[in-house]
């Protein structure tokens, strides 16, 4: 027997398109009740922030062929059978292969990614035009065992004033779960590499300034009750959930961008699949002006530069990635130890 399957009539910048979505009355969040029919309607209802924060950009689609409590993989090829309306753009990985990736450029393009079982959307710090240089600083301040979210938002008040002094603004959005992202628009004038760079001056610098509150350790077993400022999410190819993607988790919560005025009593449960629409329609977009003031990371550099000549140099990088000079033994400490 055929699969149950409705038309829905996306509105987008070269008029309305019609989206066929097979299966709408599959639960997607079934502790939730949430079904791929309400997903595609909460994609609708965001698609103009989500677009300008997502869009034009190499992303990477988690797929959920079941629920989200079933097997997932990530899809960054356009699948056999891609409408013409969502586009691709060739892409160097960091194994030096170049592949297509796909772009969502509008919103019945977003509407096709959850027909093809899409929950959360990876973007790419870099646009389409340029996937070499990123357009963003991305740092994610991950709380570990024993910390807790109030732990990341300390953190992410110190990070926006170390920031702040090497002249970039920053804009913070909740991870959709416990932690906290913070952007910070940048001029597209540097490789992912410089920008990595950029980011471990910054978590060093803050480290230094509340050591006992965070650490730029790599390895998990040194990082103790600490907020972790994961530095290799600024590595291409490296993505974390985009804003306004769903979470795959049971509540349906949304990596949901946040004003600085607003972060020190937010709930990140209360942004849900659910919710977020009424948010954005009474209270508009806190990331609305975002990329109108792209700084640089130069003053970033020039504290990376310091650090090396103080003896600091490479972090590790993930274990699947080329072996990167000057890197230190990807070894843990511990195994280390017992090899002496």
């Known amino acids: 027997m055929a699969s149950e399957r409705i038309t ?9 398109r019609e989206v066929s979505l097979s299966s709408p009355n599959r639960e997607v969040f079934p502790a939730a009740g949430i ?9 609708i209802a965001v698609s103009g922030p989500f677009l300008a924060a997502n869009g034009d950009r190499p992303v990477s689609l988690e797929r959920f062929p079941g629920a989200i409590d079933g097997e997932s993989f990530f899809s960054k090829n356009p699948p056999k059978g891609t409408p013409d309306f969502v586009r691709a753009v060739s892409v ?7 592949h297509p990736q796909l772009v969502l450029t509008e919103p019945a393009a977003i509407v096709w990614a959850v027909q093809m079982n899409t929950v959360v959307f990876h973007p790419w710090a870099s646009l389409a035009g340029n996937t070499d240089n990123p357009v963003e600083l991305r740092i994610d301040l991950d709380p570990q065992p024993g910390t807790t979210f109030a732990d990341a938002v300390h ?3 110190g990070m926006r004033s170390v920031l702040a002094e090497a002249g970039l603004e920053s804009w913070i959005k909740t991870s959709g779960n416990r932690g906290i992202h913070l952007f910070c628009p940048i001029e597209p004038t540097h490789e992912f590499l410089d920008v990595r ?3 471990i001056a910054a978590g060093r610098e803050l480290e230094r300034r509340m050591p006992d509150r965070v650490t730029t350790a790599w390895w998990k077993e040194e990082r103790g009750e600490r907020i972790f400022i994961d ?9 974390m959930a985009g804003a306004y993607s769903p979470r795959a988790l049971p509540t349906a919560t949304v990596s949901t961008p946040v004003t600085w005025d607003e ?11 659910r919710t977020v629409p009424a948010r954005l329609a009474e209270g508009g977009d806190p990331w609305a002006r975002f990329d109108e003031n792209p700084g640089r990371i130069d003053t970033l550099l020039q504290w990376w530069q310091r650090d090396v000549e103080a003896g600091l140099g490479e972090m590790p990088f993930p274990p699947e990635f080329p072996k990167m000079p000057g890197e230190p033994p990807r070894v843990q400490p511990s195994r280390a130890r017992k090899q002496d």
């Open 197 to 199: 760079h950029a980011v």
């Open 8 to 16: 829905l009539t996306v509105p987008g910048p070269e008029g309305d």
């Open 155 to 157: 953190a992410a008040h």
């Open 263 to 273: 972060l020190d009593d937010v709930d990140p449960a209360a942004f849900t699949v």
């Open 92 to 98: 160097r990985y960091n194994s030096g292969r170049v």
């Open 35 to 43: 079904t791929k029919h309400e997903l595609a309607e909460y994609v």
């Open 231 to 239: 530095f290799n999410q600024a590595n291409r190819d490296r993505t």
